[in-house]
Structure formats: structure tokens, C-alpha cells
């Protein structure tokens, strides 16, 4: 009998590593990374230090074999961590850098070649780590670097909108992470793994619970568990922040009301804060949902959100916290169009908040939809820091089964020009602070976070998380190269693979959008759960839960006036963006039907009447998704069977889901329009009753 081959133990490839994954390389990339860490020079102390030599002593492990040692000495080709505390005789400057910032510098010292990551921080070093890990795991040259990045947003956030009973809501990769039941005593290595993604995207913040709060959260035990969790996270420069809900004095210790300009409720808040501060004292502060969809807030007493969110702020002022007051707010008594509430009652406002507020704005004036237009309120409330709120879990978007990158809608938003100071005024400039000059800046994603293996519901899910984090940091960056590296890194940095991925990834969004809602519809989706079709639901209590509110759709047309002659959704907008947004001539025709209520003989730029353009869009986005599947299937070869399967399984859902959405959107928009389909457009598979009737009583995440 011959030599027995070993059976090589298989890689698990099951997505946990998201990013992180450290693969091995060839041969030639092997040795040149060895070459250029032949040891990590580290003379600081402390856990910000050990996260950062460890997380490069397991990088290169994976990647090499061989694991670096950590020493005192400079030595040739080895990989210096230096901050100016840490090694006064820097040779290079890092002013400029901020807090969280680094440089990566070939340099060369006593004649020795050695690559310098210097900060001025413990933490900005561990960014900087993560940065050259990045390096290395894309394939890129490591030589000649002269790197000097530092973040132009200050708080760079996720959300969570976990549930202490352990659901997430809106969450579609399982179970919260936290494990509020075993906290504070059993910390799972999770928590840990959590923070080192989110440090490698530089996040600096995590509210923990959902902003449709419980007041327990902020009883003793919880702060208990919060602290726990903060302490794992401080190493990596995560603060921990809380949602509250209004009316916790009231239901936690018998206050008479939560009128915030009672005594009694602002000292109740003042107390609190300060036994939050006890356990954790460097807590980032509190994130509030106020008034909206059922939720208690000042207004319930007469007062402005600026008379609650500036209480809130007196309490978390003497340590140095901050209130994020979001601005999703819509009144059940409120005949006017939904998409002009927000900035209705807060526009108003604008200069009356205390200067550790920041009011938290959606993307868009309705809710995370496949597309909005950028929200009013940007570019509106010059006295006001204003941060975003994106939304990472995929409500409206597939949720767990599509695969629809979440980088163009991000960057399409962050690049919008609000021309609130005439041409230039981008979306990103509000939210950096640069256009006003403010110097509290926020940037918030709701997170698709739960304890599924995967991390995210899927592995291209982890794209979201991923494109998020890395635009917070720098807005400039572009949605492709985001998805360049993060294919390189969670793949292989081999072209054949990256470039497949990146252009399913790239076409994904549009294709949602086209076989969702094309042409600026929004809010079709069905009740409840948002997944799947629901253009006809009508018998909600609210007009605005049901989606007939929104696409308008009879006999003679479709869409939302929001002109002059409609809801003037428009004039909400600097008047250069008003008057374009008034005609529809003048529209971008992604976002026609949210502005304008048109005829079906209305002619699109493509010379189709809207009706046949319509359904032009609808196949589109249907043929695209069977060309991703196609793209996918040819990288069959190229990667590991675990998250291809899983990745082919889900194209599959998508395309036949995407045809759904075209049949059922079709069947339904046809028996109002009552027009024949374009010629060349087939039938719905199935009769308009049969779509209606689909009934989802256990999706998730509702
Ligand atoms: O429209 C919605 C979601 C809700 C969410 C709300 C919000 C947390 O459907 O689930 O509640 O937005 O952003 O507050």
C-alpha cells in the first residue's frame, strides 16, 4: 500500500471571520509579507496595544503560517507601532491625525527598512493596524507607503434595535448578540469578535437597545450588563450608548409625569445618568425615539422635542455625554403628507437645541426605502448638528435572502447636494460638520447584527456592515472600491474573483429597486413584515401604512404630487432643488413618481409611455437578477462550497422572488390602469387574487 494522503483539516468557511478571515496566500505573497513584518515592534502597554499586536499576530499567522514575534527593537523589515508617548524621538509627525487617526510610513531607520503605523493614541494605532491588515489581505503593495488617514466624523455609530427578551426588531440574522439573561457574568467570545470588526471599520459607538425602548433597560441590573459589555468594548474604542424611552421615570419610580420641564423629572434624569456614569464612565449618552409611531415624548406634555432632548442633554453634560434626538417622526393625527412631517416640526427648532444635542435624520423622508431622495432636513437646520441615520438591516430591501448592495444607496445619499450654500453642499458636508462648521458630527447605521453563524442573515450581507463602516469613516470612499476590497478580503484578492463579485455587487441595488419600485414608487411593500409585494393593501387604520397611500395609482395615473399644486413637498428643498424637483421634466426619473402624479401616456426619456416603462423596469430587474445568478455560477470553481451553496440558494430565492414582485406589482398596477401589457411583456404567472391572498404570518424580524 502506498503512502496514505492525509486528509487536509477543511477550512470552515461559514462566514464568521466576516472580513477578518486571514487566509492563507501563495507562496510569493507569503514571503513578501514575512519580509515586511519580520517582527512587531511594540513598546506601549496596555489592552488597546495587546488587541493591536495580537490582531497582527493573527493576521499574519493566517496569512503566512508564521507567527511574528512582538519585541523592543527595531530590527529590518519590521512593523513599529509608535505613538508620541509611546516613543518620543517619532520620525514622523502626527498632527493632523486627531485622536483616532494613523499614518503608515515605509521608513528607514539606523539603515534599517521598517514600516512606522504611528498615532497619537492607543486606538488610532489599532485603526492603523487594521488598516495595514487590510493591505495585506487585498494583495496590495505593502512598500513605499505613506498613509495618513483620520476620520472626518466623529461619532461613527450602529444601532441596535435589539430586544431584551433577546428578538431583534427588523433583525434577520437570528437572536440579539446580547445575552442580556447571562450578563453581566458570562462575557462569550463574540463580544470580543464584535468589537475587533467594528474597529477595523474604525466604528466608535454602539447603542445597544432598540430605540422602541424599555424603561429596564435602565434599571441597576442592566446598567450592570451595559457596563459589562462596554468594559470588553473600551479597548477598542467603542463607547457604549443607550436608547431611553420617555416615560422611564414614570414607570420605574412612580413619577407623577415626564413633562421635561418639571423638576422632579429633570433631577430624575440627573440621578440617573450619574449612576449610569458610576458604572460606566466613559458611557456615550443616550439615543431617543420621541413621538413617534406610539412612542412617548414631550409633546405628549406640550412641549417642543428641543425642551426634551435639552433636559436629556443637562443630565449627560457634567460627563461629557451627548443626546441624539432622532427626527422619524409622523402623527397619526396629521392629515399633511408624510414625507414633509419630519421637517415641519423640526425646522422650527433649528438653533433652539443645547450644543451636546444632535438631531438623527433618515436618509431619506419616508423610511430606508430601495431609494428616497435625501432627506429636507440636510442642508436645513444650519444651527443644528444633524447626523444620518442609514438603515444596514435590510428591511425594505430582501431582508436575509436578496443579495442588494447597500453601498450605492449609502454613497448616492452622502453625495446628494442639498445646494443649502449654493453648489457643493453635499449631504456628506452636512453630516461632517464642514458646511456650518459644527464640530459634533454623526453618522448612524442600524445594524443587521445577530447570532446567526454569519453574523449578518448572509455573507453578502456582511457587505452592508462593511460599506457602512467604512464610508462613515470616509465619505469620500466609492461604493465600488468598497466592494472591491471587501470581495478581496472575504473571497480572494484573485481578479477573477473580484471582479465577478464586485459587479453582481455594483448592478445589485438598481436591480431591487426595478423589480421593487422603479421610477420613484416607494412604500409597496407588503404590511407588516415589508417583505414582498402589497401594492393594493388599502384597509390599514393609518393612510399612511397603507401603500395605496403612496403610489396614487387609478385609472388616469400614478404617483405623488409633492409640487406646487400637490403636498409642496418640494419647497422643503433649497429653492435651486425646488424648482428642478417642481417639473417633472426636469426630475431625475429614478425619483419621478415620488414628486409627480403622472398620466400613463406620460412620455420617460427612453420614449415609452410611463405604463410600458413601467413594466420595462420591472423585467429589467428581473433579468438582472438571473444575470447575477449566471455570474455566480461561473465562480463555482473559485470559492469554498459551504458560501457558494448558500449564495447560489439565495440567487435562487431572489430571482423567483424578484419575478413575484414583477407579477404581482403587474397583476395589481394593470387593474387600475386596465392597459394591455408592451408587446413582448408575458402575462403574470397568476391571477391578482392569488397574490393578494399570500399571507407571511411568521416572517421575521416584524
Ligand atoms: O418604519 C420603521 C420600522 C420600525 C422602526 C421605525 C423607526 C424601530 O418599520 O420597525 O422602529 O421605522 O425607525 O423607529
Known amino acids: 500500500m502506498g503512502a496514505m494522503a492525509l486528509t487536509p483539516v477543511a477550512r470552515a468557511e461559514d462566514g464568521y471571520d466576516l472580513w477578518l478571515r486571514y487566509a492563507p496566500t501563495d507562496a510569493a505573497r507569503s514571503s513578501s509579507l514575512s ?11 496596555g489592552p488597546t496595544w495587546a488587541a493591536a499586536t495580537s490582531e497582527l499576530q493573527r493576521g499574519i499567522a493566517g496569512m503566512t503560517g508564521t507567527k511574528p514575534a512582538v519585541t523592543a527593537t527595531i530590527q529590518q523589515g519590521a512593523l513599529w507601532l509608535a505613538t508620541p508617548a509611546s516613543s518620543p524621538s517619532l520620525p514622523v509627525k502626527t498632527d493632523g491625525l486627531g485622536l483616532e487617526g494613523y499614518a503608515i510610513r515605509s521608513v528607514t531607520i539606523d539603515g534599517k527598512a521598517v514600516t512606522l503605523i504611528a498615532a497619537n493614541s492607543d486606538v488610532g494605532l489599532l485603526h492603523g493596524a487594521y488598516h ?55 462575557k462569550g467570545p463574540r463580544y470580543t469578535d464584535y468589537a475587533r470588526a467594528n474597529a477595523s471599520l474604525g466604528i466608535n459607538g454602539t447603542v445597544l437597545n432598540n430605540v422602541n425602548a424599555r424603561s429596564e433597560s435602565l434599571t441597576a441590573p442592566y446598567i450592570a450588563k451595559a457596563a459589562a459589555l462596554a468594559d470588553i468594548f473600551r479597548p477598542y474604542g467603542i463607547k457604549v450608548y443607550l436608547s431611553v424611552k420617555w416615560t422611564a421615570p414614570m414607570e420605574l419610580d412612580g413619577l407623577k409625569t415626564a413633562d421635561p420641564l418639571d423638576p422632579a423629572v429633570a433631577a430624575w434624569w440627573k440621578a440617573k445618568a450619574d449612576e449610569i456614569y458610576k458604572a460606566i464612565p466613559d458611557f456615550g449618552g443616550f439615543l431617543v425615539k420621541a413621538n413617534s ?50 421637517y415641519s416640526d423640526f425646522k422650527p427648532l433649528d438653533g433652539q437645541f443645547a450644543d451636546n444635542v444632535i438631531v438623527q435624520v433618515k436618509n431619506g423622508a419616508i423610511d430606508f426605502q430601495p431609494r428616497e431622495p435625501f432627506h429636507p432636513l ?49 449631504v456628506a458636508k452636512v453630516i461632517d460638520g464642514s458646511l456650518e462648521g459644527h464640530k459634533l458630527t454623526g453618522i448612524a447605521g442600524v445594524a443587521n447584527i445577530g447570532v446567526d453563524r454569519d453574523w449578518s442573515g ?21 461604493a465600488r472600491d468598497i466592494a472591491t476590497e471587501w470581495a478581496a478580503q472575504t473571497f480572494s484578492p484573485d481578479q477573477k474573483v473580484v471582479q465577478p463579485v464586485v459587479m453582481m455587487m455594483m448592478g445589485s441595488r438598481e436591480a431591487a429597486v426595478d ?18 409585494p402589497g401594492p393594493w393593501v388599502s384597509e390599514l387604520a393609518r393612510p399612511e401604512w397603507n401603500p395605496v397611500y403612496y403610489h396614487k395609482a387609478d385609472a388616469n395615473g400614478i404617483g405623488f404630487d409633492r409640487t406646487k399644486s400637490g403636498s409642496n413637498a418640494v419647497s422643503q428643498y433649497a ?59 461561473t465562480l463555482r470553481p473559485m470559492v469554498d462550497t459551504e458560501r457558494f451553496a448558500e449564495t447560489e440558494t439565495l440567487l435562487t430565492i431572489q430571482q423567483r422572488e ?45
Not at 519580509?35 to 502597554?45: K, R
Open 35 to 45: 519580509a515586511h513584518v519580520t517582527a512587531i515592534v511594540a513598546t506601549g502597554t
Open 132 to 186: 495595514w491588515l487590510r493591505l495585506a489581505q487585498t494583495g496590495a503593495s505593502l512598500d513605499s507607503l505613506a498613509i495618513a488617514s483620520a476620520p472626518k466624523i466623529g461619532l461613527r455609530m450602529l444601532n441596535h434595535w435589539d430586544n431584551l427578551d433577546g428578538s431583534v426588531e427588523r433583525g434577520y440574522a437570528g437572536q440579539s448578540i446580547w445575552d442580556w439573561w447571562r450578563l453581566p457574568d458570562y
Open 293 to 342: 409611531e406610539g412612542q412617548p415624548g414631550p409633546q405628549d406634555y406640550k412641549r417642543t422635542h428641543a425642551d426634551g432632548a435639552n433636559m436629556l442633554a443637562a443630565a449627560v453634560k457634567p460627563h461629557g455625554g451627548i443626546v441624539m434626538w432622532r427626527a422619524f417622526v409622523y402623527a397619526h393625527d396629521n392629515p399633511d403628507d408624510r414625507a414633509k412631517q419630519a
Open 378 to 426: 440636510f442642508g436645513a437646520m444650519p444651527k443644528t448638528p444633524l447626523m444620518m441615520e442609514f438603515q444596514i438591516t435590510k428591511e425594505y430591501l430582501g431582508q436575509s435572502t436578496h443579495l442588494t448592495y447597500l453601498g450605492p444607496l449609502f454613497e448616492e445619499t452622502l453625495d446628494a447636494d442639498t445646494f443649502a450654500k449654493g453648489k457643493g453642499s453635499t
Open 458 to 478: 448572509s455573507i453578502f450581507n456582511q457587505a452592508d456592515w462593511y460599506a457602512f463602516g467604512r464610508l462613515s469613516w470616509d465619505t469620500s470612499l466609492s
Open 515 to 532: 423589480y421593487m419600485t422603479p421610477l420613484g414608487l416607494a412604500h409597496i411593500m407588503n404590511t407588516g413584515h415589508h417583505y414582498g
Open 575 to 633: 429653492p435651486t432643488i425646488a424648482k428642478m424637483l417642481d417639473d417633472p421634466k426636469t426630475t431625475p426619473e429614478r425619483e419621478l413618481l415620488w414628486f409627480h402624479h403622472l398620466p400613463w401616456d406620460y412620455r420617460l426619456k427612453s420614449g415609452d409611455t410611463l405604463w410600458d416603462g413601467l413594466i420595462h423596469h420591472y423585467e429589467h430587474g428581473v433579468a438582472d437578477v438571473a444575470q447575477m445568478r449566471a455570474t455566480w455560477e
Open 658 to 702: 424578484a419575478q413575484w414582485w414583477r407579477d404581482a406589482c403587474i397583476a395589481y398596477f394593470q387593474s387600475v390602469s386596465k392597459r394591455p401589457l408592451p408587446a413582448g411583456s408575458a402575462a403574470p404567472a397568476h391571477s391578482l387574487d392569488y397574490y393578494k391572498a399570500l399571507k407571511f404570518p411568521f416572517a421575521p424580524g416584524n
